[in-house]
């Protein structure tokens, strides 16, 4: 529980006195532990002795089966040889004392059988003893090396737990340090652990904020992905991350990057998740007030632009209206005719009707360049757009002294794209190059514009290039040409071929520059055709 103290039980460093005590050798080779026993045999046969000739005076007959019985205690505290030791004494006696002639050894043939028969019962007497004695010593060392063992075992177990739980509580500590929200789960995708951090942002106590209760915090319209996200994890046992807004304490939502790993063992089997949350809301209002600035940069780099082709788009309205008022004035007068000539005025009228199409288009495509809208992508063609950007801008390029070549490839597919953007960049590549050759008095000044259809790998674009005839760009200032505010014009702003490159990159290509066939430079773009 988060708020615990948690104190370290001493970990013992040797096993328990106890499993010490236990190992114990069960049999010794000392000299006196031999005489010991030898004389315990002595002792066992002689105590049969003077059993047996106290019940001879009762008995008919000789009752040896006290020395079978001395035999037996001899093998069973002494082992092997003190039994045989008491087998040889015992016989001894029994021949002198009970087998006729008596006080003697030498022994009858009647009772040559019975004494065998004694003897034989004392060996198996002494083996049976001694045999059971050391199967229970065996068992008895047997028995004490697994308690020795299962209490090493014990001990081993127990200092291991013990580090288990130190490592525990130093990874606590270290979630309730590090400035992170941190959440772990089960197996099954149970949420049973969050940082403090965590829960003060919340507002809720551990026990509040688990399980299906860990789900509440998170926005209504985020909950369903959160849960087929974490689903997905949970079944394949992979990675799980995603961006989602969790609620704070003061009812806030704030946009968080969650990413949870999978602890498995060596089965591959998920034991356990840990997770983090990312606090982003910060870089995710910076990113939404950077693209705002982008687009009135944008904005302001089209008024910019413009303002450089004043004279021409001037000259390109002043035609058609000129156009529309000389064909009204020659309306007028075939009309006025005796009779009146109807096929050369309804030539005329014609001819005004299509100059005044001809200044609407003009003006509506400069209506666009300059209206602040949210970009509008629609199906279109590169060569098209092409042929209108030539249209625009051939006053400008007359008078300066500039040709314009095309080099379009027949039957392009058309792309997904914003028109008055790459309209934009076509523009502003094309001013450039303008600019580029204004020094240029020994050749020709021609821009060479291209479009054609590019394969690279998998993937099909249509790869567009303004290419001019002029001094080229250094090495050193193509590295940072696209860089914000850097600009080799004396009257430029530097914000154009960036804001170029954004327009371009945010349709999915990209922008470069690289030297010309005629020495120039040659910038080129890519639009993808899945984009």
């Not at 532990?33 to 315990?40: A, E, P, T």
């Not at 199967?135 to 014990?154: M, S």
């Not at 982003?280 to 303002?307: C, H, P």
């Not at 009204?328 to 005004?352: D, K, M, Y």
Request: proline share 5%; aromatic share 8%; charged share 20%.
């Amino acid at each position: 529980m988060i708020g615990q103290t948690f104190q370290s039980e001493p970990v013992p460093t040797t096993p328990p006195a106890a499993a010490a005590a236990i190992s114990r050798k069960r049999k010794h080779n000392s000299a006196a532990h031999v005489i010991l026993n030898f004389g315990l045999a002595l002792l066992f046969v002689g105590t049969a002795l003077a059993a047996t000739l106290l019940l001879e005076k009762l008995l008919p007959y000789p009752f040896l089966f006290a020395f079978f019985a001395a035999v037996m205690a001899s093998a069973w505290f002494g082992g092997t040889a003190p039994g045989l030791f008491a087998v040889v004494v015992s016989t001894l006696v029994v021949d002198y004392y009970f087998i006729p002639p008596f006080h003697s050894f030498a022994i009858g043939a009647a009772n040559g059988v019975n004494f065998a028969a004694f003897i034989a019962c004392s060996l198996v007497a002494s083996w049976v003893s001694s045999n059971r004695k050391e199967t229970e010593d065996a068992l008895k060392d047997a028995r004490d090396r697994l308690e020795v063992r299962v209490a090493e075992r014990t001990f081993e177990l127990e200092k291991s737990n013990q580090g288990l739980r130190e490592r525990e509580h130093q990874l606590r500590l270290l979630t309730e340090v590090i400035p992170q929200q941190i959440w772990s789960a089960s197996p099954d995708g149970f949420v049973d652990y969050c940082n403090q951090r965590l829960l003060d942002y919340v507002g809720r106590n551990i026990a509040e904020n688990q399980g299906a209760n860990f789900m509440e915090t998170i926005h209504p319209a985020d909950i369903e992905s959160f849960r087929d996200s974490w689903s997905r994890a949970l079944s394949a046992g992979q990675a799980f991350e995603g961006q989602w807004r969790f609620r704070g304490a003061n009812g806030e939502y704030r946009a968080f990057f969650t990413r949870a790993v999978p602890l498995q063992n060596d089965a591959g089997k998920t034991i356990r998740w840990y997770a983090t949350n990312t606090d982003i809301e910060e870089r995710e209002k910076a990113e939404q007030a950077l693209s705002q600035v982008r687009g009135e940069l944008a904005r302001l780099s089209r008024f910019l632009t413009m303002g450089e082709l004043t004279a021409s788009i001037a000259h390109e309205v002043d035609q058609p209206l000129t156009a529309i008022v000389a064909y009204g004035h020659a309306t007028l007068e075939w009309l006025s005719a005796s009779p009146p000539n109807i096929p050369e005025a309804r030539q005329a009228v014609g001819r005004v009707i299509q100059d005044g199409t001809r200044a609407g288009t003009v003006l509506h495509r400069i209506r666009a360049l300059f209206r602040k809208e949210s970009p509008s992508k629609r199906w279109l063609s590169i060569s098209d757009l092409i042929l209108e950007l030539v249209t625009f801008v051939r006053n400008e390029t007359n008078r300066l002294g500039v040709s314009i070549r095309m080099e379009l490839a027949p039957n392009l597919p058309k792309i997904h794209g914003d028109g008055v953007q790459l309209e934009q960049v076509l523009l502003n590549l094309v001013m450039n190059a303008i600019d580029a050759m204004r020094s240029i008095k020994d050749r020709p000044r021609e821009i060479i514009i291209g479009a054609r259809l590019q394969h690279e790998n998998s993937d099909s674009n249509i790869l567009v290039s303004v290419e001019d005839c002029g001094e080229g760009v250094k090495p050193d200032i193509a590295a940072r040409i696209f860089d914000p505010f850097f600009t080799t014009k004396p009257q430029g702003i530097g914000m154009g071929l960036s804001i170029s490159r954004t327009i371009v990159e945010s349709h999915g290509g990209r922008l470069w520059v690289a030297p010309g066939r005629s020495g120039g430079a040659v910038f080129q773009f890519t639009i993808p055709l899945n984009s």
